[in-house]
């Protein structure tokens, strides 16, 4: 049974690019979490998604960004129009159900914008 | 606001010697704390868990500690390893939402 996996494990984007990061859940998981993490510091939490809903995206910049979770495919977090603030570890987690309890981290992207 | 935060943001110890990493949490509702454990380049690693209605837990080498009178969390490592050196982090488990703090560097030395 394979982990939480991310793609690309790194990516370069010049300003004003969009950047478009994967996360595939682990088999059974349905539930799948957005972090953020900004050099020395700890994981921020960003948005909460259920196949094809979004549950709780209270941790979003209003703008530029968006995530889904398809009925099919993986969870895709979306930054358009990249700035350097926007220069992070990205994370992924999943859970079998809404408790993150067993939740599980996948390795991350780390987005550099130039 | 509320928030999870470490006293301090690095550790040095000696390979063999016990580790304690702290944590002050202020969240007084929160009710299932988490320690992670994380490599450079790697994401966080769920190391133990404790909820609110204990006051010490142990694992393999681990042990958490959990004082709600003064909101304080504390992870002990027996032992110390030169795998050990990584950055811990605690977070605190609001339903589905995880709040961590800053993280505490641990260095192994030889």
């Known amino acids: 049974n394979a982990g939480v996996m991310q793609n690309p494990r790194h990516l370069v984007r010049r300003r004003g690019q969009e950047a478009r990061l994967r996360c595939s859940p682990m088999?059974?998981?349905?539930?799948v979490y957005w972090y953020r993490q900004l050099p020395e510091e700890g994981l921020k939490f960003m948005v909460y998604?259920?196949?094809?809903?979004?549950?709780?995206e209270s941790g979003m910049p209003k703008e530029r960004f968006s995530a889904e979770f398809p009925k099919e495919g993986p969870s895709i977090l979306r930054i358009q129009q990249v700035v350097r603030g926007d220069s992070a570890a990205y994370f992924c987690?999943?859970?079998?159900?809404?408790?993150?309890?067993?939740?599980?981290f996948g390795q991350g992207t780390r987005l550099t914008v130039v | 606001g509320e928030s999870v935060g470490l006293h301090l943001p690095t550790l040095s110890v000696q390979e063999g010697d016990n580790s304690i990493i702290n944590c002050a949490y202020s969240?007084?509702?929160?009710?299932?704390f988490i320690w992670y454990k994380q490599e450079s380049g790697k994401g966080p690693q769920f190391i133990i868990d404790?909820?609110?209605?204990?006051d010490k837990r142990q694992g393999q080498r681990v042990t958490v500690l959990l004082n709600k009178t003064v909101k304080h969390l504390s992870l002990q490592i027996a032992a110390t390893q030169p795998g050990d050196s990584a950055v811990y982090f605690c977070?605190?488990?609001?339903?589905?939402?995880?709040?961590f703090g800053a993280g505490t560097t641990v260095t192994v030395r030889a």
């Open positions: 987690a999943s859970s079998p159900g809404p408790k993150n309890t067993e939740a599980f």
């Open positions: 088999k059974g998981h349905s539930h």
């Open positions: 998604l259920q196949k094809e809903n979004i549950i709780d």
């Open positions: 969240n007084s509702a929160s009710d299932y």
């Open positions: 404790i909820r609110s209605n204990m």
């Open positions: 977070a605190e488990s609001n339903d589905y939402k995880l709040s």
